[in-house]
């Protein structure tokens, strides 16, 4: 089939890859979002599907809005056959949608219909999910909320930050969307309706999302950290300033500390929840680089008593 692919971030990338490597399918163009600031100098930056695109010699298309008429007209001269999507970030409207004989057909991380929205791999890990996945789906007009053609399980580790699960799906889920694209073609896929049950909703992390409360139990403070990084960052305040909390553990036998109340032993720093104790293991204090929490501890000499927590 003749293929537009519609993606914008790295996560994005090994999906973009696994069909330019089809022998089946020809990947014609790209749709991703405009050059965007990056870095220090705020230098417009082209995204990594666009960088991707270009090495491979494909058109790439960055309409400032998808009903741009402009952007419309060339996609109907291109003519595709179907136009996979992963993490685009834009809604499409039914002028669009429409264009395609097959539609387009969006890889999305979790298994539907739980966690429809623009962070389903966040929600899974904040919510304590032991099985997630990827799935690949027809657009509709609606929220994530079109017939599915099929699906990838995966794990959430212990371990696993939002960073970590992402990756691994978007490269399981490269594999699941060319094979979509393989069945769409030969006939053998047909698209089955969302069941009307299970039906959850994962929408962007904002900032405060990612405060932790220390009056929850640790468990809910090792999972916002781990479901907040990457991005935005789980963090609180400390003598009242913000700090970026990278890496936590739960430390169930430590029963002692109350919500929020620090511990410095001379390799380790606690902090009391709503339960047990969690350890605190990197940390990134305002303007600075991120640091073990022994280190940090040492170099801001915590007095005993002090608490994380409060506003700005």
């Given at each position: 089939m003749r293929l537009v692919f519609a993606g914008t971030p790295e996560v994005a990338v090994p999906a973009l890859d696994a069909l330019i490597g089809?022998?089946?399918?020809?990947?014609?163009a790209v749709v991703t979002r405009p050059d965007a600031p990056a870095g220090r100098g705020r230098r417009l930056l082209a995204s990594?599907?666009?960088?991707?695109?270009?090495?491979?010699?494909?058109?790439?298309?960055?309409?400032?809005?998808?009903?741009?008429e402009e952007f419309l007209a060339r996609l109907r001269e291109i003519g595709p056959d179907c136009c996979p999507v992963v993490a685009y970030g834009a809604l499409l409207p039914r002028v669009a949608l429409d264009i395609p004989a097959?539609?387009?057909?969006?890889l999305h991380f979790s298994l539907l219909p739980a966690w429809r929205g623009a962070a389903p791999v966040q929600h899974s890990i904040m919510a304590g999910d032991e099985i997630t996945g990827a799935a690949t789906f027809l657009i509709e007009e609606g929220l994530d909320s079109g017939p599915v053609y099929g699906t990838v399980t995966e794990t959430i580790r212990p371990t696993?930050?939002?960073?970590?699960?992402?990756?691994?799906?978007?490269?399981?889920?490269?594999?699941?969307l060319a094979a979509t694209m393989d069945g769409i073609e030969d006939g053998t896929l047909k698209a089955v309706p969302q069941p009307a049950d299970g039906i959850s909703l994962a929408p962007k992390i904002t900032v405060e999302d990612a405060h932790i409360d220390w009056t929850l139990p640790a468990l809910r403070a090792d999972r916002v950290v781990r479901g907040?990084?990457?991005?935005?960052?789980?963090?609180?305040?400390?003598?009242?300033?913000?700090?970026?909390?990278?890496h936590v553990t739960p430390v169930p036998d430590r029963t002692d500390l109350a919500p929020g109340v620090l511990s410095v032993g001379k390799n380790n720093v606690y902090v009391g929840t709503g339960s047990y104790a969690v350890e605190l293991l990197w940390v990134q204090a305002q303007g600075k680089k991120?640091?073990?929490?022994?280190?940090?501890a040492r170099?801001?000499?915590?007095?005993?008593?002090e608490v994380l927590g409060g506003s700005v």
């Amino acid at each position: 089939m003749r293929l537009v692919f519609a993606g914008t971030p790295e996560v994005a990338v090994p999906a973009l890859d696994a069909l330019i490597g089809s022998e089946r399918h020809e990947v014609v163009a790209v749709v991703t979002r405009p050059d965007a600031p990056a870095g220090r100098g705020r230098r417009l930056l082209a995204s990594p599907v666009a960088q991707r695109a270009e090495e491979a010699g494909i058109e790439v298309l960055k309409p400032v809005k998808p009903r741009d008429e402009e952007f419309l007209a060339r996609l109907r001269e291109i003519g595709p056959d179907c136009c996979p999507v992963v993490a685009y970030g834009a809604l499409l409207p039914r002028v669009a949608l429409d264009i395609p004989a097959h539609g387009w057909v969006n890889l999305h991380f979790s298994l539907l219909p739980a966690w429809r929205g623009a962070a389903p791999v966040q929600h899974s890990i904040m919510a304590g999910d032991e099985i997630t996945g990827a799935a690949t789906f027809l657009i509709e007009e609606g929220l994530d909320s079109g017939p599915v053609y099929g699906t990838v399980t995966e794990t959430i580790r212990p371990t696993d930050t939002s960073g970590d699960l992402l990756t691994r799906l978007a490269f399981a889920g490269s594999g699941l969307l060319a094979a979509t694209m393989d069945g769409i073609e030969d006939g053998t896929l047909k698209a089955v309706p969302q069941p009307a049950d299970g039906i959850s909703l994962a929408p962007k992390i904002t900032v405060e999302d990612a405060h932790i409360d220390w009056t929850l139990p640790a468990l809910r403070a090792d999972r916002v950290v781990r479901g907040c990084t990457p991005a935005p960052g789980a963090w609180t305040v400390f003598r009242g300033e913000r700090l970026k909390l990278i890496h936590v553990t739960p430390v169930p036998d430590r029963t002692d500390l109350a919500p929020g109340v620090l511990s410095v032993g001379k390799n380790n720093v606690y902090v009391g929840t709503g339960s047990y104790a969690v350890e605190l293991l990197w940390v990134q204090a305002q303007g600075k680089k991120p640091m073990r929490a022994a280190d940090w501890a040492r170099g801001v000499r915590i007095a005993d008593g002090e608490v994380l927590g409060g506003s700005v």
